[in-house]
């Protein structure tokens, strides 16, 4: 099996900087081999929001850019795992669970797709440890006005 760095850049994807938190809370908790991953948006590379994850899904973002917001989160979320506890190959047992937030247009309920872009690639990235319990729910807003926020529970060595 390869390693979490090698099916990233097998995908393209290296995992950027952990982000600092944006108000008053810290980006994860570890208790004992749980570890709960603070919401994440869909920060780039570049540390910023682009244009096109900004504003409501089903209205100015599309279900597919929205599906991509959703994926960025999720790499977002695992750059805070590796702040956390060091070697995701080491460390991971399991994510337990995704919770996602969509940042929905009135009368847009198709949810569920767009969480897959963070689903898809938690599963993509750490195979069968990645497969996870979740929850999606539209929201009338988010931070930053992100499309898609993102958080998570895992269970770690």
Sequence with gaps: MSSVKERLAAL???LPKAAAPVANYVPFVRVGNLVV???QVCFGADGKIAPAHTGKVGGAVSPEAGKAAARLCAL?????LEAAVGDLDRAVEQCVRLGGFINSAPGFSAVAGVMNGASDLM???????????RSTVGVAELPLDAAV???AMF???
């Design 12 to 14: 393209g994807l290296t």
């Design 149 to 151: 926020e993102v958080e």
């Design 123 to 133: 599963v993509e990235v750490l195979g069968d440890l990645g497969r996870h319990a």
């Design 155 to 157: 269970e770690v060595r």
């Design 37 to 39: 991953i603070s919401g």
């Design 76 to 80: 977002n979320v695992l750059a805070q």
